[in-house]
């Protein structure tokens, strides 16, 4: 039996759980192994005597687990008496293998060489991801969650938590997101990520104790900012109003959205690492539910959870056409499915910001969910 | 009276107009002098005796003089019986101040001190790109246009032409362009200028004589071209295809997608400068007909050329809203107005690749102007 480390940091509602210690190391998608393997994650509630109340929050590209409480990505839906009623259900939400918030990832050390991994870290997968926290999952002895919920690249991980793991699954939200990347989504991951790599500080990825890639990979975020936002929204919030305290030079930031822009990215680099920018962006670049040729009404066959699809309408990044591609796979495959499509301006952004409708969307589908099984009442 | 200098290449069909020495040189909107300035230019066909059967072509971003003939950017669009005939029409296509392909721009000597600009250079408005244009359209002893034509770019000068010169122009075709540029279209320059300058080889913009920052320059030509193709255009053109010769590098270019935009992105290396690329860019950014609070219904009146709008349906990033708000501007002066939005999947690219349609649309149009002024009869 492998050793599992299982913490609680009670201070800071930051939990951590250790798993996959040599040699029971998790097999990844692309073959390699890597292990011992560390989930960051945050729960908010109470998990029932019978472990049948609880909701997995997955997170977006750049999130982690802190979705609920103060400064929560998504703390206006996920809360007592809120949307996600922690009140009535025990909510967790994982950080992803890869990234750089309390997970395993390339800024951890490598066992093999006492350093930091880099880019010696393994190409991981949205399915990689999914298989880490199902090890939570069944840590916390959780038969069956009530739902799976995440936008974008959480969306992904819901649409792979519906393939791989149908029975462990009452229920799920996809938002925002999509059945595979497609070229441009996957194009403008690649030029992040030229950036990044075109960043001299980069060194191949190791450059863990010295100076970090910051100009590279502020670039990159500021690529992200202008796609997960819309054209209307842009000019609602900006216009061509020009910076007040404009510096005295030729190419400053002159406009506000320029402002906005340099803003978002310096701010991204304290936060976050480059290498997990690389690996992350790759993981959402390999995503394809429909690969090997699987055909739409095969990818959820035999899935009995019940599916709320949610999409915005000024979503560029993530289009409704690919929501309702999602709906379609699941509607050819008999599956229980509720589509909605949210007129707002926001871009994809939305999935963030436009709280308020997916408080009414989701509480209402929750409650159907949990009517259904008996399993949200306490 | 100031020296102007008129070469003529024969062999290339590359020309160059030299005026604008000390003290005569062009007054610049944001009030710095420049010159002495060159232009190059290309011309095709034969201006007749009355000087009236001239149309001028004007360049997007990234484009030249070579509009028309082998490799010509609009080769379908000029030439003997085609759109523009160049049997009837005598066609001149300029080049831009601050770019890189025979014109004055930061890579050219400054005459102050006997080294290339850099970003000594003076900051360049639409504007003054049309000035130094309308100084070749004098020494040609033009007096009055048939046309001045352009898409992107190339219809903001247009655009300039029928705000500036309203009385040089018979007839103006804007083609997928826009009266002012919004804050997203200012953000994504604004990112591709960051990704130049965070190059270390762009040296504050003195980098002539070393290496250029080739990698910023290549990023911010990917993003360029995201923006210049539709997401039906890359899913048709490239779809998840993996490349045959990927190279054993974890983040190397695996998706057909990412091996085109590294192409294109280090193609563009050889050919263009940077510094002209942030130069031109920023004049890009700070056109804006509407500004001084200028009513919509002003920004033409009294302008008694015809005027042919063309936009593309796929276009984002230069979308019909965007178009049909240059007609409604014109509509509102009472400007006679055509207007026609072509259903391509081409996305920003339709500009340069549905020549056939317009061609008809085109053809059609300056027949009228022809007819009307019996000008383009020889």
Request: aromatic share 10%; glycine share 10%.
């Given at each position: 039996m492998e050793e599992q480390k299982f913490t609680i940091n009670k201070d800071e509602n930051s939990q951590t759980f250790t798993f996959g210690n040599p040699p029971a190391e998790l097999i990844l998608d692309l073959g390699e192994k890597l292990g011992p393997i560390t989930l960051a994650y945050e729960t908010w509630g109470k998990l029932n005597e019978q472990n049948s109340n609880a909701i997995l929050i997955v997170h977006a590209l750049s999130g982690d687990s802190h979705a609920a409480g103060a400064d929560g990505w998504w703390e206006n839906l996920i809360g007592p008496g809120k949307g996600i009623d922690t009140d009535k259900y025990f909510v967790i939400c994982s950080n992803v293998i890869g990234g750089c918030r309390g997970s395993t990832g390339p800024s951890s050390m490598n066992p093999k060489t006492g350093e930091p991994y880099g880019t010696d870290f393994p190409i991981i997968t949205i399915g990689d991801m999914v298989n880490a926290q199902k090890r939570l999952i069944d840590r916390f002895g959780i038969e069956k969650l009530v739902s799976v919920i995440g936008g974008s690249m959480g969306g992904m991980q819901v649409l792979q938590w519906m393939v791989a793991y149908p029975d462990t699954i009452r229920s799920a939200i996809p938002i925002a997101t999509t059945l595979k990347h497609t070229p441009q989504q996957i194009a403008f991951n690649e030029v992040s990520r030229q950036a990044i790599m075109a960043d001299p500080d980069w060194k191949n990825g190791h450059y863990y104790g010295s100076a970090v890639p910051a100009k590279g990979l502020a670039v990159a975020r500021m690529i992200g900012h202008i796609t997960y936002m819309s054209d209307a929204s842009m000019a609602e919030k900006f216009g061509r109003r020009l910076r007040p305290d404009k510096e005295p030079f030729k190419f400053s930031a002159e406009f506000e959205v320029e402002g906005y822009l340099h803003y978002r990215g310096d701010n991204f680099v304290k936060r976050f690492d480059a290498n997990s920018y690389l690996y992350i962006t790759k993981a959402i670049d390999y995503f394809n539910l429909l690969n090997g040729n699987k055909k739409l009404a095969s990818?959820?066959?035999?899935?009995?959870a019940k599916v709320l699809v949610i999409s915005f309408k000024s979503d560029w990044l993530y289009p409704t056409y690919q929501s309702q591609e999602i709906v379609k796979a699941c509607k050819l495959s008999g599956v229980d499915t509720t589509y909605c499509e949210i007129n707002s301006t926001y871009g994809h952004d939305s999935f963030l910001l436009e709280t308020e409708q997916e408080t009414q969307l989701i509480k209402h589908f929750l409650n159907t969910v949990s009517n259904g099984h008996n399993g949200g009442k306490q």
């Amino acid at each position: 039996m492998e050793e599992q480390k299982f913490t609680i940091n009670k201070d800071e509602n930051s939990q951590t759980f250790t798993f996959g210690n040599p040699p029971a190391e998790l097999i990844l998608d692309l073959g390699e192994k890597l292990g011992p393997i560390t989930l960051a994650y945050e729960t908010w509630g109470k998990l029932n005597e019978q472990n049948s109340n609880a909701i997995l929050i997955v997170h977006a590209l750049s999130g982690d687990s802190h979705a609920a409480g103060a400064d929560g990505w998504w703390e206006n839906l996920i809360g007592p008496g809120k949307g996600i009623d922690t009140d009535k259900y025990f909510v967790i939400c994982s950080n992803v293998i890869g990234g750089c918030r309390g997970s395993t990832g390339p800024s951890s050390m490598n066992p093999k060489t006492g350093e930091p991994y880099g880019t010696d870290f393994p190409i991981i997968t949205i399915g990689d991801m999914v298989n880490a926290q199902k090890r939570l999952i069944d840590r916390f002895g959780i038969e069956k969650l009530v739902s799976v919920i995440g936008g974008s690249m959480g969306g992904m991980q819901v649409l792979q938590w519906m393939v791989a793991y149908p029975d462990t699954i009452r229920s799920a939200i996809p938002i925002a997101t999509t059945l595979k990347h497609t070229p441009q989504q996957i194009a403008f991951n690649e030029v992040s990520r030229q950036a990044i790599m075109a960043d001299p500080d980069w060194k191949n990825g190791h450059y863990y104790g010295s100076a970090v890639p910051a100009k590279g990979l502020a670039v990159a975020r500021m690529i992200g900012h202008i796609t997960y936002m819309s054209d209307a929204s842009m000019a609602e919030k900006f216009g061509r109003r020009l910076r007040p305290d404009k510096e005295p030079f030729k190419f400053s930031a002159e406009f506000e959205v320029e402002g906005y822009l340099h803003y978002r990215g310096d701010n991204f680099v304290k936060r976050f690492d480059a290498n997990s920018y690389l690996y992350i962006t790759k993981a959402i670049d390999y995503f394809n539910l429909l690969n090997g040729n699987k055909k739409l009404a095969s990818i959820f066959a035999g899935l009995k959870a019940k599916v709320l699809v949610i999409s915005f309408k000024s979503d560029w990044l993530y289009p409704t056409y690919q929501s309702q591609e999602i709906v379609k796979a699941c509607k050819l495959s008999g599956v229980d499915t509720t589509y909605c499509e949210i007129n707002s301006t926001y871009g994809h952004d939305s999935f963030l910001l436009e709280t308020e409708q997916e408080t009414q969307l989701i509480k209402h589908f929750l409650n159907t969910v949990s009517n259904g099984h008996n399993g949200g009442k306490q």
